[in-house]
């Protein structure tokens, strides 16, 4: 194994849920409180590692059998070295991971990037300036590898694990690299994550829209306010402009007309509360249903102090 332990991040979907389906830019970021890294067991490890150890590895073996499968779609053998894989697994190879499932913060998309950096018989070199060609190429390969999981795979949460980087996706699902503004120290304003406590089922709530964007005023909304307004909101974001404040608000207005059903319930007035007072505004974080909520505040200690949330802290998100 390659670069034996290296971590592999989880990930933000900062703007585009649901939209990047339908035509909008989309932007993730690395979330780095959470990761994961393949590993060996050895006499270290607790007992509840180890079983997760045990599961994990019998995940991997699957994973592999699927790969083996793929020959037909991707040239396996050409691009692993998969009798490496393979004896690793046979020696109780598994995946650590503190990314939390049912979050959306992209879990099998870091044990895809692990696989393909750690077997990969040639990866592809991780920088800044990587040519649109290599993103285009890395994404659809994860995409086919991802699709164990999901049945079907955009490539990108395995390709924001990999790259480390924040990927703006453009029309046609179309990936790049950009740089996010470096923020002055003594500015205030910043994101901020609420942990609902609550895992999700995505195919229920992709299910859940599009029973919605068959409605007529759904759509007229969706696709003449929504989709405008998300595009905003990453180009304010992206030049470091001060109307991503506004842009933020108005987005979150719209997902609670529009997406009502996809905010727990336990969190609506929390969100309305910080419209009315202006302390903070609130949106989701992928598909909603639970995982994390995102804000953005002008000062984390006000939105602190205005959230009072049993056990629920709000997580300053910082930038790179």
Known sequence: MQHKEKTFNAKILLFGEYSLMHGSMALTIPFLQHGARLRFPDVSINEQTRIMAVYSNKQLAAFGRFLRQEQKNLPILEIFNMHDFEQDISRGLFLESDIPSGYGLGSSGALVAAIYHGYAKNPVHVSEHMTFRELIELQKMFAAMEAFFHGNSSGIDPLSAYTGHPLLIGQKMQPSIVRQ????????????????????????????????????????????????????????????????????????????????????????????????????????????????????????????????????????????
């Open 181 to 320: 503004p470096i923020k002055p120290a003594h500015n205030e304003s910043g994101f901020f994550l609420i942990n609902t406590g609550k895992s999700r089922k995505t195919a229920s709530l992709i299910g859940l829209f599009n029973q919605k964007i068959n409605h007529e005023t759904f759509t007229y909304s969706f696709f003449n306010h929504y989709i405008p307004c998300n595009d905003r909101c990453i180009e304010s974001f992206l030049e470091g402009d001060e109307r991503l404040s506004d842009d933020f608000e108005q987005l979150s207005r719209l997902q609670f007309e529009l997406f009502n059903e996809m905010i727990p319930i336990a969190f609506q007035s929390v969100w309305l509360s910080g419209l009315s007072s202006g302390t903070y505004s609130l949106k989701l974080c992928g598909a909603g249903g639970g995982g994390y909520l995102l804000g953005y505040t002008s000062s984390y200690r006000q939105a602190s102090d205005a959230i009072r949330l049993p056990k629920r802290p709000i997580i300053p998100l910082p930038v790179l």
